[in-house]
Nanobody, 126 residues
Framework: QLQLVESGGGLVQPGGSLRLSCAAS????????IGWFRQAPGKEREGVSC????????NYVDSVKGRFTISRDNAKNTVYLQVNSLKPEDTAVYYC???????????????????WGQGTQVTVSS
């Protein structure tokens, strides 16, 4: 069974950092484009960042550019999202998701992703 498990969330002060992990089981991550999404209370789920199968192509939503970095370690079957300079508006549940069809690029559209994790809570507060 294909499964994604997020971890690494928590409570952090403004300006702090976290490293979120997305671990895959039941399938080899090498063949999947991975996206990170987030959903704040009362808001729609939005695409934050994504990475192509090889890691050669990445995308970020404008609000996190320069602060978040996505990477992947296919040997560990894991994708990471390093989140720095956190702001209160970054507070949300963060989800990772997998797409099998995209090759050589990635997109931040929810509709393109088939397999989702359960999410990890990130709370930025003083």
């Amino acid at each position: 069974q294909l499964q994604l498990v997020e971890s690494g969330g928590g409570l952090v002060q403004p300006g702090g950092s976290l490293r979120l992990s997305c671990a895959a089981s039941g399938f080899t991550l090498d063949y999947y484009t991975i996206g990170w999404f987030r959903q704040a209370p009362g808001k729609e789920r939005e695409g934050v960042s994504c990475i192509s199968r090889s890691g050669g192509s990445t995308n970020y939503v404008d609000s996190v550019k320069g602060r978040f970095t996505i990477s992947r370690d296919n040997a560990k079957n894991t994708v990471y999202l390093q989140v720095n300079s956190l702001k209160p508006e970054d507070t949300a549940v963060y989800y990772c998701a997998a797409n099998f069809r995209l090759i050589g690029l990635c997109v931040l559209s929810r509709a393109e992703y088939d397999t989702w994790g359960q999410g990890t809570q990130v709370t930025v507060s003083s």
